[in-house]
């Protein structure tokens, strides 16, 4: 089993900036990790895709945070973070890290970000 915690959320003012962190309890590497992913739903909304990183490195981001937002590793420290920019009030919503690996596909419990306008 594998526990996902998160941290970093909270309120900023648009046009701020935030990091969130995604923590895993085991080495991701001992668990066949394929890649990090994070995700965001915000309320009456479905759950979409925010950005993605592969064990091997590639990324990718929705198209609305593309330049903004910046996914990255820490393999020793078996976290992923999210850095945010130049935040609008429509990146408001919960945050939720997904991990997937070869033995499971596990998730956050998720953290709030909300922007003011």
């Known amino acids: 089993q594998v526990q996902l915690v998160e941290s970093g959320g909270g309120l900023v003012q648009a046009g701020g900036s935030l990091r969130l962190s995604c923590a895993a309890s085991?080495?991701?590497?001992?668990?066949?990790?394929?890649?990090w992913r994070w995700y965001r739903q915000a309320p009456g909304k479905q759950r979409e895709l925010v950005a993605g990183?592969?064990?091997?490195?590639?990324?990718n981001y929705a198209d609305s945070v593309k330049g903004r937002f910046t996914i990255s590793r820490d393999d020793p420290k078996n976290t992923v973070y999210l850095q945010m920019n130049s935040l609008k009030p429509e990146d408001t919503a919960v945050y939720y890290c997904?991990?997937?690996?070869?033995?499971?596909?596990?998730w956050g419990q998720g953290t709030q970000v909300t922007v003011s306008s």
């Open positions: 990183v592969t064990v091997g490195g590639n990324t």
């Open positions: 085991r080495n991701i590497f001992s668990i066949n990790t394929v890649a």
């Open positions: 997904n991990l997937a690996a070869m033995v499971g596909n596990y």
